[in-house]
T-cell receptor
Framework: GQSLEQPSEVTAVEGAIVQINCTYQ??????LSWYQQHDGGAPTFLSY????GLEETGRFSSFLSRSDSYGYLLLQELQMKDSASYFC???????????FGKGTTLSVSS | NAGVTQTPKFRVLKTGQSMTLLCAQD?????MYWYRQDPGMGLRLIHY???????AKGEVPDGYNVSRLKKQNFLLGLESAAPSQTSVYFC??????????????FGPGTRLLVL
């Protein structure tokens, strides 16, 4: 089966850098995805890593190490609006659905 | 484009009542999903569909049924609601399987309270 582990909460101040880690176990791996969800809202796609290394998109970057079954989401120059929950996700064995981690709640303070 | 829409936005049921949640997408996506979200539990997959006329069980399918009679619609049914089904329900869609289904588009959610 699939399982994912990520911290439940992270706190930081505006302008700082924060890293949200995700370790996974899966029997069929396509890649690691990250989603953001603001309180009361719908999850939205942030990034997807299929290969090892760092992918950068503006202030957000995502990293994957397939050999370590590990990835992280890096958020730079934090802003108050980055306060949200962040979920990592991997595909099920058949590649037909995503299994999500329990999410990390990021609180950014001024 | 409306993307993914869900009906209703909020509903209160009594134990034992039945209801159907409707999800519609206008992106011509092949795959559709139903999740439930409870505090501290993340998103858990209930059922999903890889195309019109197909359905498959997810992580927590008990107490729910689904149908995908049209490509753009995915219905989630509760035949006899229980308080344990109080949750926020999200529908999502994706263009296809494999790497393509890593990018899912979510609806705004349906908040269901079962008394």
């Amino acid at each position: 089966g699939q399982s994912l582990e990520q911290p439940s909460e992270v706190t930081a101040v505006e302008g700082a850098i924060v890293q949200i880690n995700c370790t996974y176990q899966t029997s069929g791996f396509y890649g690691l995805s990250w989603y953001q969800q603001h309180d009361g809202g719908a999850p939205t796609f942030l990034s997807y890593n299929a290969l090892d290394g760092l992918e950068e998109t503006g202030r957000f970057s995502s990293f994957l190490s397939r050999s370590d079954s590990y990835g992280y989401l890096l958020l730079q120059e934090l802003q108050m609006k980055d306060s949200a929950s962040y979920f990592c996700a991997v595909s099920n064995q058949a590649g037909t659905a995503l299994i999500f981690g329990k999410g990390t709640t990021l609180s950014v303070s001024s | 484009n409306a993307g993914v829409t869900q009906t209703p936005k909020f509903r209160v049921l009594k134990t034992g009542q039945s209801m159907t949640l409707l999800c519609a997408q206008d992106m011509n996506h092949e795959y559709m999903y139903w999740y439930r979200q409870d505090p501290g539990m993340g998103l858990r997959l209930i059922h999903y569909s890889v195309g019109e006329g197909t359905t498959a069980k997810g992580e927590v399918p008990d107490g729910y049924n689904v149908s995908r009679l049209k490509k753009q619609n995915f219905l989630l049914g509760l035949e006899s609601a229980a308080p344990s089904q109080t949750s926020v329900y999200f529908c999502a869609s994706s263009p296809g399987g494999g790497a393509a289904q890593e990018t899912q588009y979510f609806g705004p959610g349906t908040r269901l309270l079962v008394l």
